[in-house]
C-alpha cells in the first residue's frame, strides 16, 4: 500500500467532531491576540491556555481514532451534529467562565449555545460587563456556528434529504440533488467535508471581508464593524453595541447590511456548482420571490393604516418621516426573515407609524417563516412555505374550477403535491415543538405570553425577538435556570431541525 493512499485513510478516519474541536480551539486564539493587543494580559492568558489545552486533546483524540469507519455512517453524522451543538458550547464556554468571574457555567454554555446556533440570545443585557475580547468571542462562535450550518447542509443534509432538501427531493429526480452526488455516494463524511469546505469556506470569508470593508469605509470602528460582519453573515444577530441602531454609520450601515442579507435568503447566492438547480437566475428562484413579496408586502400593510388616517384628515404629510418609517420596517422585516434579528435606527418610527399596539408580532411570524434552505437562517424556510403557498393557490383554483388541470410542468405539480405534503408535516412538527417548549417553560414558572416568545426565537434561532416582539422586553437573565436549559435544548432543534433529530429514532439506524 502507498504511502498516499494510507493518508488517505488517515483522513477519511478522523471523526467529524474531532475536527470541530480543532477548528473551535484555534479559534480561541483570535480573542487572545485581540486581549493581548489591548494589554488585557488576564484574559489572553485565559484563552490562549484554552487554546492549547483543546488543540492538544483533539490531536491525541484524533490519534487514537484514526483509521476507525462508523458501522452506520448516516446516524454517525447526525449524532456527531448534536453533539457539536450540545458539547462544543462547553468547551467554548470554559475560557468565558473564567475571563468572566462574576457568572455561572450555565450562563456561559446558555451565552455559548445561542451564538453556537446563530440564535443570538443573550443573558448578558449589559454590554459594559463583558469586555471586547468577549465579545469578539461571541461573534467569532457564532460566525463559526454559521460556517458549520453551510457545509453541513451540503456534506450532510442534502445526501440524507433533510433540513429542507426533502422538498428539493420532490422537485428533482431521485439523486439528482447534488452535482456531484455520485461523489458523494462513494466518498465518506471526511472527504465530503473537505471537498465541499474548500468550496464554501473562501466565499464565507471572502463575504464577511467585504462587509467589513464596508462597514469601516462607512465610518464604524474596526472592532464592531467586523462583530457586525460576522453576525450578519452567520444570522446571529450577535453586537457588541446592542445592535446596528447604534452604529456610527447610520444610514449607509445600514443599506450594506440590507445588501448582504440576502445571503440568508437563497442558496443560489452562494452555492454555485452545488446544486442541480444553481443554473438558474436568482431572481426566477422560488425562495427568493416568496422573501421579496413579503418584504414589499408586509411594511406596506405595515404603513397603510397611518398612511390612509393621515390622508384623509390633513394630507400633509414629511417625505423625510415617510421616507425613514418606509425604510424601518423594510431593513427590519428584512432582518427577522432571515432571522438575523437587527433593528433599524428608524423601526421606532415605523412602529408609531403603523398605529399598532403590537408590531413585534408580525416579526414573530416572519421569523417562523425563516430563510433559505441551506442557508445560516432558520425558522420553517421559505420553499416550505413556498409548496404550501403553490397547493393552497391550486386548491382554491380547483374550488372554482374543479376539473380544471394544473399546468407549469411536471416540477410544479411535484412541489404542488409531494412538496407540500412534506411541508405541511413539518409544519405540524414544527407547531407541536413550539407548544411542547411552551408547555415546558410555564412548568418552570414563566408565564404565557412570555413563554411564547421564548419558544418561538429559540426554535427560530432568532435570540432578539424576546426584546423587539413581546409588550415588554423579555430579559434571558432573569428566567429560572431550568428555562435556560430548555431553551438551549430547543435552540439546537431548532437549528438542526425536528425532522434530522427524528431521524435518529428511525430503527434502521440502530441495526447492527
Excluded at 78 to 101: D, G, H, R, S
Excluded at 158 to 187: C, N, T
Excluded at 210 to 237: D, Y
Excluded at 243 to 261: D, H, K, N
Aim: hydrophobic share 50%; charged share 15%; glycine share 10%.
Amino acid at each position: 500500500m502507498s504511502m498516499a493512499r494510507q493518508v488517505s485513510e488517515r483522513k477519511v478516519g478522523t471523526p467529524f467532531f474531532v475536527t470541530i474541536m480543532a477548528v473551535g480551539s484555534a479559534a480561541m486564539l483570535v480573542p487572545a491576540i485581540h486581549a493581548w493587543s489591548r494589554s488585557d494580559f488576564a484574559t489572553g492568558r485565559i484563552f490562549l491556555y484554552g487554546a492549547i489545552i483543546g488543540l492538544v486533546v483533539s490531536g491525541l483524540i484524533a490519534l487514537a481514532t484514526q483509521g476507525r469507519k462508523p458501522a452506520n455512517p448516516a446516524r454517525s453524522q447526525l449524532l456527531t451534529l448534536v453533539a457539536a451543538f450540545t458539547v462544543m458550547p462547553a468547551i467554548f464556554a470554559m475560557p468565558l467562565y473564567e475571563a468572566v468571574w462574576n457568572t455561572s457555567f450555565l450562563n456561559a454554555w446558555f451565552e455559548m449555545v445561542s451564538s453556537f446556533t446563530t440564535t443570538g440570545a443573550t443573558v448578558y443585557d449589559n454590554f459594559g460587563r463583558l469586555n471586547s475580547s468577549l465579545h469578539l468571542w461571541r461573534a467569532t462562535v457564532g460566525w463559526l456556528g454559521g460556517l458549520l450550518v453551510w457545509i453541513m447542509a451540503v456534506a450532510i443534509l442534502a445526501p440524507m434529504k433533510i433540513g429542507g432538501f426533502e422538498v428539493r427531493s420532490a422537485i428533482l429526480d431521485p439523486g439528482d440533488g447534488l452535482r456531484h452526488s455520485q461523489f458523494g455516494k462513494k466518498l465518506d463524511l471526511s472527504e465530503r467535508l473537505s471537498r465541499y469546505g474548500r468550496q464554501l469556506v473562501p466565499i464565507y470569508v471572502g463575504l464577511t471581508a467585504m462587509l467589513w470593508l464596508g462597514l469601516l469605509v462607512a465610518g464604524e470602528r474596526p472592532f464592531v464593524a467586523i462583530c457586525h460582519a460576522m453576525s450578519v453573515i452567520a444570522t446571529s444577530g450577535i453586537s457588541p453595541i446592542g445592535g446596528v441602531e447604534y452604529s456610527r454609520t447610520g444610514f449607509s450601515g445600514e443599506i450594506l447590511i440590507f445588501v448582504f442579507f440576502v445571503f440568508g435568503i437563497s442558496r443560489l447566492t452562494f452555492s454555485s456548482g452545488l446544486f442541480a438547480d444553481d443554473s438558474r437566475k436568482l431572481w426566477r428562484d422560488p425562495e427568493f420571490q416568496m422573501a421579496a413579496a413579503l418584504v414589499l408586502i408586509v411594511p406596506t400593510l405595515l404603513m397603510l393604516r397611518h398612511f390612509v388616517a393621515a390622508a384623509e384628515t390633513s394630507g400633509d404629510m414629511p417625505i423625510e418621516m415617510v421616507f425613514h418609517a418606509a425604510w424601518g420596517a423594510l431593513f427590519t422585516v428584512l432582518s427577522f426573515l432571515t432571522t438575523t434579528g437587527f433593528e433599524s435606527a428608524d423601526w421606532m418610527g415605523a412602529q408609531d407609524w403603523s398605529g399598532l399596539e403590537t408590531p413585534g408580532l408580525i416579526l414573530v411570524g416572519l421569523a417562523l417563516v425563516g430563510g433559505g434552505v441551506a442557508t445560516t437562517a432558520g425558522g420553517v424556510k421559505l420553499l416550505r412555505v413556498y409548496a404550501l403557498f403553490k397547493h393552497g393557490e391550486r386548491e382554491l383554483g380547483r374550488l372554482v374550477y374543479p376539473n380544471s388541470v394544473g399546468g407549469s410542468g411536471g416540477e410544479a405539480r411535484r412541489i404542488r403535491r409531494q412538496g407540500a405534503y412534506i411541508s405541511w408535516i413539518f409544519f405540524m412538527l414544527f407547531a407541536l415543538s413550539v407548544a411542547g417548549i411552551m408547555l415546558l417553560l410555564t412548568m418552570t414558572g414563566v408565564q404565557f405570553e412570555t413563554s411564547m416568545v421564548l419558544a418561538v426565537s429559540a426554535l427560530s434561532t432568532t435570540g432578539p425577538l424576546a426584546v423587539v416582539a413581546a409588550e415588554t422586553p423579555i430579559s434571558y437573565s432573569g428566567i429560572p435556570d431550568t428555562a435556560k436549559m430548555i431553551l438551549a435544548f430547543a435552540m439546537v432543534l431548532g437549528r438542526l431541525e425536528t425532522l434530522a433529530i427524528l431521524a435518529l429514532f428511525n430503527p434502521d439506524f440502530w441495526r447492527s
